[in-house]
């Protein structure tokens, strides 16, 4: 079975310029998430969706940052304008949120570059 | 709030030495689960090990132990024969119920290097 893809892989950017990250969860997941990771900030939780509706979106750091899920196979991040202090790499991970069954799978990530 | 303490910033040890990471949580949940997860250099977090709170029994996968205490709060985790592979960033995880139920709260990392 196919892992959570992630595309692009590597982004690099000019500041201002809008950015958009894709996710494709497990097939059969109902719990999708999305983290940044930093050095100064080691792994934060962003936005997380529940059968394609945003659950808790506390992380989200600004209103540059929005989150959709149209469908449960698919998932975006968007940053517009783009700044510096977002380069990062950004994580999606799903789960299926079932009792017993929470751990989460991640993508290989999105390392954003924004200059 | 839950909260995971990584104390140990970073280790380093030799080939076949053998290693604990150790994991102390916080939580008012009487049913929680705890998680590890391993970041390799190339960057992919990978899914080690789900505990629940229920489940006190420590657990063996060939090089890798898991010791759970309840009375201390701790969730530690051993390499035993520690090898160059086993080189990452190790995170422990604590499960968030409630409402949707699985949010996870994540510890700051401890860096393994194992050397040659």
């Known amino acids: 079975d196919a892992g959570v893809i992630q595309s692009p892989r590597h982004e690099v950017t000019e500041m201002g310029q809008e950015v958009t990250l894709r996710c494709k969860p497990i097939s059969g997941h109902n719990s999708l998430f999305w983290y940044r990771q930093t050095m100064m900030r080691g792994l934060e939780l962003l936005i997380y969706f529940n059968n394609n509706v945003p659950i808790d979106d506390s992380g989200m750091p600004e209103d540059r940052f929005s989150a959709k899920m149209p469908n449960a196979s698919f998932s975006t991040l968007k940053i517009q304008p783009s700044e510096p202090r977002d380069s990062a790499v950004y994580f999606c991970a799903s789960s299926l949120a079932r009792t017993g069954d929470y751990e989460q799978y991640f993508g290989p990530g999105t390392r954003l570059t924004v200059t | ?116």
């Not at chain 2, 520690?82 to 510890?107: I, M, P, R």
């Open chain 2, 1 to 116: 709030a839950q909260k995971v303490t990584q104390a140990q910033t970073e280790i380093s040890v030799v080939e076949k030495e053998d290693v604990t990471l150790d994991c102390v949580y916080e939580t008012r949940d009487t049913t929680y689960y705890l998680f590890w997860y391993k970041q390799p250099p190339s960057g992919e977090l990978v899914f080690l090990i789900r505990r629940n709170s229920f489940d006190e029994q420590n657990e063996i996968s060939g090089r890798y132990s898991w010791n759970f205490q309840k009375s201390t709060s701790s969730f530690n985790f051993t390499i035993t024969a520690s090898q160059v592979v086993d080189s990452a960033v190790y995170f422990c995880a604590l499960s968030e119920l409630g409402g949707y139920g699985n949010k996870l709260v994540f510890g700051a990392g401890t860096i393994l290097r194992v050397k040659s």
